[in-house]
């Protein structure tokens, strides 16, 4: 036991040394880990105060309005942003940017008489009426997104991570100052999140601009050559082909509670659901996603030089994860609802009981999604989205059955919640069973310490509130 522990120290101690060296794996982590971390300090000081100005109904709006956008803007960009790290030549490199960004206007050109023009819209969902005049800026909202994408993939390119330490945390503080200042002055009016969302985004693309000139940023608009274009987007056909519909059909999948609560006419409940699912986003921005883009570029290279050693820093990774992970996501399990109605208000309590059915499922997230591009760098492209896909159908099912079968804004969470614990288990160990990794006994350990953990906090709330869980 003493011997295993000096050598975590060791190795601690090693990679403290090892981020003081530019571009080291460490240094790119901590880069986007500090990006991460401002980013929840600032929507754990923040959130409650813009909680209690706007309210529940004007957050169903927004999880409407931002549901829309964020999966049209993931259409919109067909993942080739996401490859950006792969090919080898810097020309390469740019033409599949610029083919990108064709894709982006193209698809924002094709968007614009659908939004302007909704009856046919309002046919098919007549309950996003509820957006009003903001549906006419669902297609500008959509280019500013898919710009960011696409600048995010140049920053991963060129190894820009101390940008997202810049441009994140500056993007998020400034949004919620926004919502603050607008809110107070207009008494909670449901235009300060979307206002704040559509221009603070906008001027983060600019600020990219900028912070990306030194990187050859203006190839991004010079130099188009179609049959140099072609090539490089048909060379890297399996992201459009398998990767984007996986990831879309992973965000969809996600998003679907809030278009069954909308279904209901129920927007208060799409609010208290948005806003815990938010913050339960928390710990998976600072813990999973913050390292997913760094660890995507040190798997790509150390496939190419020694690929049995992917397993290993997979494995290193899982359970770096499970360890940070494991606590909060069990005390939210059992404790959501008082945190919620403590920091937020009464208002907000169900909010906090949907954080407590979400929470098992958010700590399999956090144990696989930061994983997940592995697939595209084991060439595995084709099983993701076999998995993205069933998950699809599964969440469909789960939310279908929730709103016709059950008829409830808790019955449709539940059914959802319990689906996706299930599946994101599986993707877990699927993923280690990928690497060559002993997938079964780090997935039954994984199990057992949630085990414990969790059979603490429902001690603890049974002592404390007098029940071992929620009241549904």
């Not at 980013?39 to 957050?59: D, F, K, N, S």
């Not at 441009?167 to 300060?192: D, E, M």
């Not at 169900?350 to 098992?360: F, I, K, N, Q, V």
Request: charged share 15%.
């Amino acid at each position: 036991m003493r011997e295993r522990a000096k050598g975590i120290l060791q190795r601690f101690g090693h990679e403290l040394k090892s981020a003081r060296h530019k571009g080291s794996f460490a240094r790119n982590a901590l880069y986007t880990s500090s990006d991460a971390l401002v980013t929840i300090l600032a929507q754990v000081i923040l959130t409650p105060l813009v909680a209690r100005i706007y309210g529940p109904e004007a957050y169903g709006v927004y999880g409407l309005f931002l549901s829309i956008t964020l999966n049209l803007s993931t259409i919109a960009g067909l993942a080739y942003p996401n490859a950006f790290v792969l090919p080898r030549e810097e020309e390469r490199f740019h033409d599949m940017a610029r083919g990108s960004l064709l894709i982006l206007l193209a698809f924002t050109a094709l968007s614009v008489p659908f939004f302007f023009w909704h009856d046919l819209l309002f046919a098919l969902a007549p309950s996003w009426s509820v957006l009003g005049n903001w549906l006419y800026a669902i297609p500008f909202t959509i280019l500013v997104l898919g710009l960011v994408h696409i600048f995010l993939g140049w920053a991963t390119r060129v190894k820009a991570f101390s940008l997202y330490a810049k441009i994140g945390p500056g993007t998020n503080l400034s949004l919620r100052f926004f919502n603050l200042a607008y809110g107070t002055l207009s008494k909670g009016s449901v235009h300060g999140l979307m206002l704040g969302e559509v221009l603070v985004r906008t001027l983060s693309v600019g600020a990219f601009i900028v912070g990306l000139k030194q990187y050859k940023l203006r190839a991004l608009i010079t130099g188009y050559h179609w049959p140099r274009i072609k090539s490089v987007l048909l060379e890297f056909k399996n992201y459009p082909l398998f990767i984007f519909p996986s990831r879309w059909l992973a965000l969809f999948a996600t998003q679907l509670p809030i278009f069954g609560l909308t279904t209901l006419r129920d927007p208060v409940s799409v609010g208290q659901f948005a806003l815990a699912s938010g913050l339960l986003l928390m710990p998976l921005r600072l813990l999973g996603y913050s390292l997913s883009a760094v660890f995507l570029q040190k798997a790509a290279e150390v496939r190419a030089k020694d690929p049995a050693e992917v397993g290993m820093i997979t494995q290193r990774l899982y359970v770096r994860l499970m360890m940070l992970g494991v606590v909060p996501f069990a005390f939210i399990t059992f404790f959501g609802d008082a945190v919620f109605a403590l920091i937020l208000g009464d208002d907000w309590r169900m909010a906090g009981t949907y954080s407590c059915m979400l929470g098992l499922f958010y700590f399999f997230r956090l144990l696989s999604e930061p994983l997940v591009t592995l697939y595209s760098v084991m060439g595995q492209e084709r099983k993701m989205f076999s998995f993205y896909a069933v998950n699809m159908v599964a969440n469909l099912g789960a939310v279908l059955f929730g709103t016709w079968v059950l008829g409830t804004p808790t019955g449709i969470l539940l059914s959802f919640c319990l689906c996706n614990t299930v599946l994101y288990l599986y993707l877990s160990a699927r993923i280690l069973h990928m690497v060559g990794r002993p997938w079964a006994t780090l997935t039954a350990r994984s199990l057992l310490i949630l085990f414990v953990v969790c059979l603490f906090f429902a001690v603890a709330r049974e002592l404390i509130m007098g029940s071992w869980w929620v009241t549904l």
